[in-house]
């Protein structure tokens, strides 16, 4: 069974880069079966798709985000990472890691499996 | 971008009630929707894909209907640990989309 864990700064600030790690364990990061994917949250409101990561490294990404952010794996590692520069406090959110399947059947973009979040403040 | 509305935004039921939670996409998404449920604190968890299909583990007693613009979650009996946030998702085209939550209150 896949787990992902998140981790990073819980506190940047304005105008610097926020850098996420996603550490995945229980399968390769590699495997065929999955791509991953961020999805954050702000404090009481609703999910915001932020980008996917594919196997062979290609990467889409949220229009409305897609000038800032930059989402890359290590193979090595088992992780895969978020960058999101020139953070404003509007960045202020849960950030979560997702596995999104890539072979079932009508399970295309969903995100089956989620890592717990991580909170990260922006603020000076 | 393909919107979701979600309604009510929240509901206050009983245990034992029969929940019903809408979802209308903005444009055709066919049968390419999830449902999430969100208990407080933590993570979503993937309810339903397909607009219809249980995924494993997920009580009988949530049942996903629709297609085209129009989605249902029913949740038949509810119980209490059904007290959570439920978010559909469209997963018909990029970018990738979610309703704005429905709350269920017990």
């Known amino acids: 069974q896949v787990q992902l864990q998140e981790s990073g700064p819980g506190l940047v600030k304005p105008s610097q880069t926020l850098s996420l790690t996603c550490t995945v364990s229980?399968?390769?990061?590699?495997?065929?079966?999955?791509?991953w994917s961020w999805i954050r949250q702000p404090a009481g409101k609703g999910l915001e798709w932020i980008g996917h990561?594919?196997?062979?490294?290609?990467?889409s990404y949220n229009p409305s985000l897609q000038s800032r952010v930059t989402v890359s794996v290590d193979t090595s590692k088992n992780q895969f990472y978020l960058d999101l520069t020139s953070v404003t406090a509007a960045d202020t959110a849960m950030y979560y890691c997702?596995?999104?399947?890539?072979?079932?059947?009508?399970?295309?973009?969903?995100?089956?499996?989620w890592g717990q979040g991580t909170m990260v403040t922006v603020s000076s | 971008d393909i919107q979701m509305t979600q309604s009510p935004s929240s509901v206050s039921v009983s245990v034992g009630d029969r929940v019903t939670i809408t979802c209308r996409a903005s444009q055709d998404v066919s049968s390419w929707l999830a449902w999430y449920q969100q208990k407080p604190g933590k993570a979503p968890t993937l309810l339903i894909y397909g607009a219809s299909s249980l995924q494993s583990g997920v009580p009988s007693r949530f049942r996903g209907s629709g297609s085209g613009t129009d989605f249902t979650l029913t949740i038949s009996s509810l119980q209490a640990e059904d007290l959570a946030t439920y978010y559909c998702?469209?997963?018909?085209?990029?970018?990738?989309?979610f309703g704005g939550g429905t709350k269920v209150e017990i």
């Open positions: 997702a596995s999104v399947p890539s072979a079932v059947a009508g399970k295309s973009d969903t995100f089956d499996i």
């Open positions: 990561i594919y196997t062979r490294g290609s990467a």
């Open positions: 998702q469209q997963t018909n085209s990029l970018p990738l989309t």
């Open positions: 229980g399968d390769s990061i590699s495997s065929n079966s999955y791509y």
